[in-house]
T-cell receptor
Framework: DVKVTQSSRYLVKRTGEKVFLECVQD?????MFWYRQDPGLGLRLIYF???????EKGDIPEGYSVSREKKERFSLILESASTNQTSMYLC??????????FGDGTRLSIL | AQRVTQPEKLLSVFKGAPVELKCNYS??????LFWYVQYSRQRLQLLLR??SRESIKGFTADLNKGETSFHLKKPFAQEEDSAMYYC???????????FGTGTSLTVIP
């Protein structure tokens, strides 16, 4: 069974801080994704990665960056956190013709 | 452009009543459609996909290319069906997925 693990369920940070959200998958999937989930807006893709060191911007990449140094780990970085980045962040992994598998999510609050 | 529309943000039905969650899509090609479900305090998980043509937890969904729809249906709703449901479309590249805004289903006892 695929396991996607997000390092924190809840995180509280301050405006201007640099924030790291970590995601690890254990199925050797090539593709990994970061979404934010907001009421009424659904899931919006921030970035995805199709291989180590490869990344593509999603629909809302502004204010975010990502890192994929190893196949199993995909990190989302908020360079300078702002209050409008308060949200639920979901990580997913996927391979070939299979559907995506999601982590539990990180609820991030920026004060 | 690929786009998924779920017109209902909230849907309430009584237990035992039929339920239909609507999903329409806009896509230039042969789409692959999915329904994902998120129960309270649980992770988002796949409910079903159109290529499987199977029934999961009593739910079915048929891809209607003429109407560009992939509505989710269940003949008799149960309280445990209360959850957030997302329709999703897989894009041309094979590794891009587009989600609707979700429908929150409440089944009233």
């Amino acid at each position: 069974d695929v396991k996607v693990t997000q390092s924190s369920r809840y995180l509280v940070k301050r405006t201007g801080e640099k924030v790291f959200l970590e995601c690890v998958q254990d199925m050797d999937h090539e593709n990994m994704f970061w979404y934010r989930q907001d009421p009424g807006l659904g899931l919006r893709l921030i970035y995805f990665s199709y291989d180590v060191k490869m990344k593509e911007k999603g629909d809302i990449p502004e204010g975010y960056s990502v890192s994929r140094e190893k196949k199993e780990r995909f990190s989302l970085i908020l360079e300078s956190a702002s209050t409008n980045q308060t949200s639920m962040y979901l990580c997913a992994s996927q391979q070939g013709a299979q559907p995506q598998h999601f982590g539990d999510g990180t609820r991030l609050s920026i004060l | 452009a690929q786009r998924v529309t779920q017109p209902e943000k909230l849907l309430s039905v009584f237990k035992g009543a039929p339920v239909e969650l609507k999903c329409n899509y806009s896509y230039s090609g042969s789409p692959e459609l999915f329904w994902y479900v998120q129960y309270s305090r649980q992770r988002l998980q796949l409910l079903l996909r159109h290529i499987s043509r199977e029934s999961i937890k009593g739910f079915t969904a048929d891809l209607n290319k003429g109407e560009t729809s992939f509505h989710l249906k269940k003949p008799f709703a149960q309280e445990e069906d209360s959850a957030m449901y997302y329709c999703a479309l897989r894009g041309n590249t094979g590794n891009q997925f587009y989600f609707g805004t979700g429908t929150s289903l409440t089944v009233i006892p």
